[in-house]
């Protein structure tokens, strides 16, 4: 299930950033359980993940020991029980609120099309993980019944852009074309080039939403600006990147920039009496 890799369902809680309605104890309910059915949603596609891939996990250094399907560890009679319960939580819960549902249901269908198919084609392999971010963001405006901001999508589907293609670029860097298949179609040299127009992409549209429509959180863009700069030197330097969630867990600057971020934020953009 990958409990640690909830982090990234935080996504789903930028709407109620900024929108301003973090005071709004209805609203953070709503938020709080879109991001749960994200949890439960994500869990459900990494077992199907990993039971689709067992075989070459097995022969991964790394993953033969660390995926509960690949060392044995869980059965794959179990672990179908658990993606059933998965599947069974996610229905009962998300009938409370069927627009996230929806979204939900979409989610988990790309998920599938990712694990079966389009993690081995090329860029749209990319494209794919990040657009999987963009539906975080827009569950979590329909459970608040606000409109996604096309400002708030092109910033979210840029940055994830440029984590994915970061993702990609330690793969390579670490383990080569065995990693998976896909990366046999990859050098270094292009996702460099990948991720580079995805954060510059990234920073451009944040500012020029913060600057269009909401001005007051222009004291957020320095710490956006720090965060790309810091990320990269974890790739580069200390040979991170490979799994934004462990990078952001375990680089301190990194974590205290993004807590600044959500400080300043809701400094920007709290309600005023």
């Known amino acids: 299930m990958r409990p640690k890799q909830w982090i990234k369902n935080g996504f789903v809680l930028a709407p109620l950033i900024f929108t301003g309605k973090f005071l709004d104890l209805t609203a953070i309910g709503e938020a709080l359980t879109a991001t749960l059915l994200f949890c439960l949603a994500a869990s459900s596609a990494y077992i199907v993940n990993d039971i689709q891939d067992r075989e070459r996990d097995r022969l991964h250094p790394k ?113 080569g074309v065995e990693g998976r298949k896909v990366l046999e179609s990859y050098s270094v040299a292009l996702v460099d080039r990948y991720a580079e127009m995805a954060a510059t992409g990234a920073l451009i549209f944040y500012s020029l939403f913060v600057m269009s429509a909401k001005p007051q959180l222009v004291v957020s863009i320095p710490f956006v600006l720090f965060g790309l700069f810091r990320y990269w030197y974890v790739v580069e330097s200390l040979e991170g990147g490979e799994s934004p969630t462990d990078a952001l867990i375990t680089d301190k600057p990194l974590l205290v920039t993004v807590s600044l971020w959500i400080l300043a934020c809701g400094w920007a953009l709290w309600p005023t009496p």
């Not at 794959?76 to 939900?104: D, F, N």
């Not at 990319?126 to 606000?146: N, P």
């Not at 996604?148 to 589907?157: A, D, E, G």
């Open 63 to 175: 993953k033969s020991k660390t995926r509960p399907i690949a060392s044995g560890v869980v059965s794959i009679r179990a672990a179908i029980a658990l993606l059933t319960a998965l599947y069974a939580l996610v229905i009962s819960l998300g009938l409370t609120m069927l627009p996230v549902l929806g979204v939900i249901l979409g989610y988990l269908c790309l998920n599938w099309a990712y694990s079966f198919w389009l993690k081995h084609q090329p860029v749209l392999d990319i494209f794919t993980i990040a657009f999987g971010f963009v539906l975080r963001v827009y569950a979590g405006a329909l459970a608040l019944t606000v409109p996604l901001s096309s400002w708030m999508f092109i910033t979210t589907f840029c940055l994830a852009l440029y984590l994915a293609a970061i993702k990609r670029r330690q793969e390579l860097e670490q383990r």
